[in-house]
């Protein structure tokens, strides 16, 4: 993979001046004005002119075409069409270097999306017990999630290693680090891995903490009593960031595809906070994202999170972004930040694994593990939900409850 660069970063206080700069221009409409009629000299008398006079002229004023405002938002505008840009070269390189690349990646379903993906470490700090991949649509600003079940078989692994052991989603990682990661998830969905990152169990609290002042608003969609995480009601609640841990990681009450949901709407309430604080205007927008970029720094430097892509990428983009406002007036013409929004989530569905020894564990339906073909013969059930989801064919948001239990609407 082409390492790219990494520019040099703005510090806060030049990025909150440069932001501060932002303001709106007005256009000004520009008129011609007809001129007064022009009458003919009068004939000099006795010597009649033999030419006739000419009649009154009036000059036609032009008609400028009046200038469309760009309504798009600074994130449509400036972000997207860059990350998508470095997420459509990365797709490129990868097929250049991986001939079935194509085939377990689905080119139409990628087409005009950013997929961005969470992994999360467990307790032990090994597994990645939490595999969510969110599929943002840049032309609607719409983000759709998948969580990918950590209890999964994955042939992928045994092939890797070269042995008839089964093993499940979350131990992709620690058996073939971040390539083999990407290769399951992209053979489980046909959704590109453009921009992963793997982060371990404290980082919500971190994020909580640093980003939200250690509270966040959030729907607890059922109520939750957990042996070992604790008791949380049903309903709207603002939890701290080792109280969200805890919701996040509960799964003994019920199961860990509870636990999935939950997650995801752990997720979307940390995106519509950030969605508030932008809305705050330019130097609230411009404080936060300040924040984030120097949090998301600092865990990287602490080794705390691994990508897939150097996080260059991200900060020349908003640099970029911020020196574009600061030095060119159009830019504000931009309407809004733009932050998008989640409008659905989904887990796409297993059956017991009867192929594996334990059969506790699951693979998608009728799939065959043993197949040689396994885009076309294991994981096909999955990846015609994960297309019926994204291209919004499945009904339902998946998000109910948090109209029906916490009376949450966006």
């Given at each position: 993979m082409t390492k790219i660069e990494k520019p040099t970063s703005l510090s806060r206080r030049d990025f909150i001046r440069a932001t501060g700069l932002i303001s709106a221009s007005?256009?000004?409409?520009a008129c011609n004005y007809p001129q007064r009629d022009v009458s003919p000299l009068p004939t000099l008398e006795p010597s009649p002119s033999p030419f006739s006079p000419l009649p009154p002229t009036q000059e036609v004023p032009t008609v400028e075409p009046s200038a469309t405002p760009d309504t798009?938002?600074?994130?449509?505008?400036?972000v997207y069409p860059a990350l998508y840009e470095v997420a459509d070269r990365r797709r490129e390189e990868k097929a250049?270097?991986?001939p079935d690349y194509w085939q377990r990646v689905d080119r139409e379903l990628n087409e005009g999306r950013i997929n961005f993906i969470i992994l999360g470490k467990g307790s032990e700090r090994v597994l990645t017990d939490s595999m969510q991949m969110m599929s943002l649509d840049i032309e609607t600003n719409e983000i759709?999630?998948?969580a990918v079940p950590r209890g999964v078989s994955v042939p992928e692994v045994s092939r890797y290693l070269g042995n008839n052991r089964v093993y499940m989603a979350n131990?992709?990682?620690?058996?073939?680090?971040?390539p083999l990661m990407e290769k399951v998830l992209e053979d489980a969905t046909g959704l590109s891995c453009d921009f992963v990152v793997l982060v371990d169990m404290e980082f919500l609290i971190r994020a909580v903490e640093n980003l939200y002042d250690n509270q966040l608003e959030v729907c607890v969609p059922w109520e939750i009593d957990d042996l070992n995480m604790g008791y949380f009601r049903a309903g709207l609640q603002t939890l701290n960031g080792e109280e969200l841990l805890r919701l996040s990681r509960a799964r003994y009450y019920a199961n860990y595809v509870h636990r999935d949901i939950v997650q995801q709407?752990?997720?979307?309430?940390?995106?519509?906070?950030?969605?508030?604080e932008f809305a705050q205007?330019?130097?609230a927008a411009a404080g936060f994202l300040g924040k984030g970029l120097l949090f998301f720094q600092r865990e990287q430097s602490a080794e705390n999170i691994q990508t897939n892509f150097d996080s260059g990428v991200f900060i020349d983009i908003f640099g970029q972004l911020v020196r574009q406002l600061a030095t060119n007036g159009t830019g504000g013409e931009a309407s809004g930040f733009g932050m998008p929004s989640f409008a659905a989530r989904y887990e796409f569905t297993t059956e017991n694994n009867w192929f594996a020894p334990d059969t506790t564990r699951r693979r998608p339906p009728g799939g065959d593990p043993l197949a040689e073909d396994l885009v076309s013969d294991y994981w096909f059930a999955s990846r015609a939900e994960v297309r019926d989801f994204i291209t919004g064919n499945i009904s339902g948001t998946g998000f109910e409850a948090e109209s029906e239990v916490c009376g949450v609407t966006e």
């Open positions: 007005a256009l000004l409409a798009r938002s600074y994130f449509e505008k400036y250049e270097a991986d759709r999630i998948v131990q992709a990682h620690i058996n073939g680090g971040m709407y752990v997720l979307k309430a940390m995106l519509r906070r950030a969605r508030q205007g330019a130097l």
